[in-house]
């Protein structure tokens, strides 16, 4: 009795390890558009921190093919920085997320959207001491550069631009 449960158990466990690994489908695949060597450059407009930014690294598939990580390294007003960014498609929301980390102690998720050459990613947070929302809008202009814009809302009000960009893969 005790051999015929060993042999259940492990054949319960055995089981999933030989289905077939899932594939990305077709909107992980729109995430290519985001690898290769990337530098950025920009203006962080109002604030303490105002002033010229620029940045550079690459971004690849993380193993699986299911996620574009991205490693950069920039400069800004507040000095030297690095960055870890993870993009993503969660099935299950039927929408894309976007995850990073900062040297400065940042750490930022949000939920995207790609409509035509438009990526938008929305987050909450308190900006400047208040509830707000956040929103990236990245526009591919060609598939080697796209323009960024970040900006925030207070209250449902208008939306205010904290940073204007532009990116460019170099490799």
Request: glycine share 12%.
């Amino acid at each position: 009795m005790k051999r015929l449960l060993v042999v259940v158990v492990i054949t319960a466990f055995a089981v999933p390890c030989f289905a077939q690994s899932p594939t990305p489908g077709p909107e992980v695949q729109k995430l290519a558009y985001f690898l290769g060597m990337w530098k950025a450059e920009g203006e962080l407009i109002g604030g303490p921190s105002a002033g010229k930014f620029s940045g550079a690294g690459p971004c690849e598939w993380f193993e699986g093919g299911f996620h574009v990580v991205c490693r950069r390294e920039g400069t800004s007003p507040e000095g030297k920085h690095t960055d870890l960014q993870v993009f993503a498609y969660d099935a299950e929301a039927k929408a894309y997320t976007f995850y990073a980390i900062t040297s400065r102690g940042i750490t930022l998720f949000a939920k995207g959207s790609l409509t035509g050459d438009t990526w938008t990613w929305l987050w909450e947070e308190k900006g400047w001491g208040k509830p707000a929302t956040f929103r990236i809008t990245q526009v591919q202009l060609s598939p080697t550069s796209y323009t960024i814009k970040v900006d925030y809302s207070v209250a449902d009000g208008p939306w205010t631009v904290i940073e204007e960009g532009k990116a460019t893969k170099v490799r």
